[in-house]
């Protein structure tokens, strides 16, 4: 599956964005999902993550009650819905997909390039 994050900006703090990672190739509905985010000389940290189910695994600490994941199948789409953004929260954003859900990289096989998520104070 070939995986395309898009959706990314400049937002102020406080603010919202809705990430979309597009899949084509492979039955986007036979993978597990994930959003990772990387920033600027930090490694690469887990954001949320979907069973191919549906089911949510439990959110980073640091975006728990801020941002959402979801999936639509039908449109072979990825989200990850941010609202009250914090300046911390400034990272490029992966999308990716594997077999089964998780909280490493390593789990996932494959990756979108990814959309840089930019907020000011």
């Known amino acids: 599956v070939q995986l395309q994050a898009s959706g990314g900006g400049l937002v102020q703090a406080g603010g919202s964005l809705r990430l979309s990672c597009a899949a084509s190739?492979?039955?986007?509905?036979?993978?597990?999902v994930a959003w990772f985010r990387q920033a600027p000389g930090k490694e690469r940290e887990f954001v949320a993550a979907?069973?191919?189910?549906?089911?949510?695994?439990p959110y980073a600490e640091s975006v728990k009650g801020r941002f959402t994941i979801s999936r639509d199948n039908n449109k072979n789409t990825l989200y990850l819905q941010m609202d009250v953004l914090k300046p911390e929260d400034t990272a490029v954003y992966y999308c990716?997909?594997?077999?089964?859900?998780?909280?490493?990289?390593?789990?996932?096989?494959?990756w979108g390039r990814g959309t840089q998520v930019t907020v000011s104070s």
């Open positions: 979907l069973s191919k189910d549906g089911i949510t695994m």
């Open positions: 190739g492979r039955a986007f509905n036979g993978y597990a």
């Open positions: 990716a997909a594997g077999w089964w859900p998780g909280r490493s990289g390593g789990q996932y096989d494959h």
